[in-house]
């Protein structure tokens, strides 16, 4: 079945309560749906909770996907649009982001919550290296460009981080954020600077 | 694609590319104001070495003083070499570009259309930068347009950006906090509106009407239902920078016209508006060989208050000028004179200002003015340079100058220093200025 509903109901649910439903019968009844029917779906409310963190990347993905010019953009531009539609997208939920936020902000422990989503992200971006390789955005150097994913991933979260704390006008200052750490990263992977800096760790590692 | 293959090379060019668009505060900053800390009298050499230029441009403007003008007119020629001035300026026209996709961003955000949609075309490659953003160039109902975007943030970098140099600021130019605080008012009141793309609209659009008497000059028609506080729509208009204009050897006819064009605007917004477009340097200015000249970019307005314009004015009055208590009077209304000051400090700078004054104000006691004239400027950039090794000068800790001189003279600088590039001809009888202001 359509398991967005449920998401949508849930995330209500802690925008009117602030808190999780105390069970999953009692989240049900307000559904109007069996307990049964639920776990055909999700397995926990911490399931549940991962899926809404995927739910927005997959709906981010797919509304670039259908757009012309997303199509048209070189690497670096794809995740540049992909970070400001992605931040576009949390906007609409940043009541629910806020009430979660020491869930999967503050102790790296909980990080798990977005578990799902860092696995599709990671799919989305190994694709976007890949297409990187042959547009010449990204350089190919072994070991460390399979590496660049774990990177990435730090630069959304980085994101995350600075979008939940930003209180500028329109969140501008997230705006700013994304175009610089993009533009940083890509410079990094695709100029010779990285290069230097692994080559100078080699040789302070192996000089004694 | 093309915007991010190509990383700036030098690293002045990097640098002010990033001082362009208000990510300033970097590395360049601080190692330039701890240079300057450590051993402040490799000054002017380290300045060139280093990219601060803009922050110089602010840092000299601070004691905003008539004696401190020396600085700020060294800017476009006297201390600093031609070949960095040329670079300053042209900083002023290449930032670094905005990602397609935060172009389009931004029009999501503050218009809730895409370009694509709101116009015919859009080139997504920005033809040029803007102080604080870029232009683009799009069509819609078969006209060519251009279209200002501001970096998002800006507003905050400048706050945080002055926050940051203020206390090297005060170090360096050598003023007591309190002195230098109006100063800073002044400039970050005007910094933060260069911000605000609706004032500026707003702005653009009176004061283009109000100067649209004035022959040779040209105003892009602007467009508010294509605009934000981001955004900025308006007629591409036709013409060239300073720079490669008089590449192209443009007649004298031209020049003087243009000159004249330029000199009518600045008079008739000074005497009949009260209030001027501050910011007159090239990048704001498109020439034409028939002597027209396209203005827009009016970010940075300066309000002149009455009381200040009656004192700064008398300045140009020789009649006022020899009496010599009245003098001082208008000396201590311009805050030109300290309060702290002995008599001997009064007697000295009042000498120093009324050569200055009298140098400066020359043009305005012409019927006609050759601003080709170089040994004019020669002669000032002299003076400057005199005055500024001058030890007591130097060691002078007061503001001179109300705040409001700032912004003014900065205006005449610029306008005097495009006039002498332009080797134009001007009329600049007292008549003519009148004629304007009633006209």
């Known amino acids: ?208 | 694609m093309k915007e991010q293959t190509n990383i700036p090379t030098g690293k002045v060019e990097r640098a002010t590319r990033f001082v362009a668009t208000g990510v300033k505060v970097g590395a360049n900053y601080l190692k330039h104001y701890t240079k300057k800390l450590i051993d402040p009298s490799t000054r002017r050499e380290e300045l060139h070495a280093d990219n601060a230029e803009d922050i110089y441009d602010t840092l000299s403007n601070l004691k905003g003083s008539a004696l401190k003008v020396a600085q700020m007119l060294s800017m476009d020629k006297g201390m600093l070499p031609k070949a960095y001035t040329e670079r300053f300026a042209m900083s002023q026209y290449s930032a670094p570009p905005l990602s397609g996709p935060l172009v389009v961003n931004t029009f999501m955000k503050t218009l809730g259309k895409s370009p694509a949609q709101l116009f015919d075309s859009f080139d997504m490659q920005a033809a040029n930068a803007a102080s604080i953003g870029q232009v683009h160039k799009a069509r819609k109902w078969g006209k060519e347009l251009a279209v200002k975007i501001q970096y998002p943030g800006v507003a905050n970098s400048v706050r945080s950006d002055l926050r940051i140099i203020k206390p090297f600021a005060i170090r360096i130019v050598g003023m007591n906090e309190v002195d230098m605080d109006k100063y800073f008012d002044e400039i970050e009141g005007k910094l933060l509106e260069e911000t605000d793309y609706k004032l500026e609209l707003r702005r653009s659009m009176e004061v283009s009407a109000e100067c649209a008497h004035i022959p040779n000059l040209v105003f892009p028609v602007y467009y508010p239902e294509l605009s934000s506080d981001k955004i900025i729509t308006m007629d591409w208009l036709q013409g060239l920078h300073l720079k490669e204009f008089l590449a192209r050897r443009p007649t004298q006819e031209a020049r003087d016209k243009i000159g004249q064009a330029l000199w009518d605007f600045y008079q008739f917004q000074v005497h009949a508006l009260k209030r001027v477009h501050a910011d007159p340097h090239p990048g704001n200015f498109l020439m034409r060989e028939d002597g027209t000249v396209g203005v827009f970019d009016f970010g940075c307005i300066k309000e002149i208050p009455q009381e200040f314009y009656v004192n700064y004015f008398l300045l140009t009055n020789k009649e006022v000028l020899k009496d010599e208590a009245r003098r001082r009077e208008i000396y201590t209304n311009l805050e030109m004179i300290h309060p702290s000051d002995t008599e001997r400090e009064i007697e000295f700078f009042s000498g120093l200002f009324q050569k200055m004054i009298d140098m400066l104000t020359l043009p305005f006691t012409r019927e006609e003015f050759d601003f080709g004239d170089e040994a004019y400027f020669a002669g000032i950039y002299e003076y400057m340079d005199h005055l500024y090794n001058l030890k007591e000068v130097r060691e002078s800790k007061v503001a001179r100058g109300s705040r409001h001189s700032l912004y003014v003279n900065r205006t005449y600088f610029g306008l005097y220093s495009i006039l002498s590039e332009l080797k134009a001809r001007v009329i600049t009888s007292e008549a003519r200025i009148a004629d304007l202001t009633n006209g």
């Not at chain 1, 639920?38 to 259908?66: G, V």
């Not at chain 1, 599709?120 to 460009?145: C, M, N, W």
Request: charged fraction near 30%; hydrophobic fraction near 40%.
């Open chain 1, 1 to 208: 079945m359509d398991k967005a509903p449920i998401r949508e109901a849930y995330i209500k649910y802690w925008l009117e309560h602030g808190r999780r439903p105390v069970s999953v019968y009692t989240f049900c009844q307000q559904l109007e749906m069996t307990e049964a029917a639920f776990y055909d779906s999700y397995a926990s409310f911490d399931a549940l909770e991962k899926d809404i963190w995927r739910a927005f990347f997959e709906e981010t993905l797919e509304k670039l996907k259908e757009d012309e010019t997303y199509k048209g953009y070189g690497v670096r531009e794809k995740l540049l649009a992909f970070y400001f539609l992605w931040v576009q997208q949390l906007r609409q939920h940043r009541s629910y982001i806020l009430l979660q936020k020491e869930k999967y902000l503050a102790p790296p422990l909980h990080l798990d919550k977005l578990e799902a989503f860092r696995i599709a992200f990671y799919d989305y971006i190994r694709e976007l290296i890949k297409d990187g390789y042959q547009t010449g955005e990204v350089k190919e150097r072994k070991f460390i460009s399979d590496q660049y994913v774990h990177g990435f991933w730090l630069q959304a979260l980085f994101v995350l981080q600075y979008w939940v704390k930003d209180d500028s006008e329109g969140f501008e200052m997230t705006d700013a954020a994304i175009e610089k750490a993009v533009n940083l990263s890509f410079q990094l992977i695709s100029s010779n600077t990285l290069d230097s800096i692994l080559d100078f760790g080699k040789f302070v590692f192996t000089k004694k």
